[in-house]
Nanobody
């Protein structure tokens, strides 16, 4: 039902930029991005709620990453700028078909638990 496509290469030098996209089929209430670095737990990056709550980006990437979406295309995008080696991870998109609380009040674990569908991860490698 969901797929995650990457626009641009998966390997980028530190300081570079990359944009990944996630088109979904079917109606969704929210779409979000998560990432999981090697040996670490999956963490919430940011999300968009179509009903008007807008976008939310986690503090650890705020100012460098931007989430945007196209409701008509049921797609969410993650623009990543000023990439750092610590950003190396598998990036996953996910979605819900039912309402969720605003991302600003959810912990990363709550956001993960609330997702209904997950896309395949796409590996982003940032070299130093």
């Amino acid at each position: 039902r969901f797929s995650c496509r990457r626009l641009g290469g998966g390997l980028v030098q530190a300081g570079g930029s990359l944009r990944i996209s996630c088109p979904a089929s079917g109606r969704t209430f929210t779409m979000a991005w998560f990432r999981q670095a090697p040996g670490k737990e999956r963490e919430f990056v940011g999300g968009i709620i179509w009903s008007g709550e807008g976008t939310f980006i986690t503090d650890s990437v705020k100012g460098r990453f931007t989430i945007s979406g196209d409701k008509a295309k049921n797609s969410v995008y993650l623009q990543m700028n000023s990439l750092k080696p610590d950003d190396t991870a598998n990036y996953y998109c996910a979605a819900t078909v039912t309402p969720v609380p605003p991302y600003s009040v959810l912990t990363s674990a709550q956001a993960i638990a609330g997702m209904d569908y997950w896309g395949k991860g796409t590996l982003v490698t940032v070299s130093s």
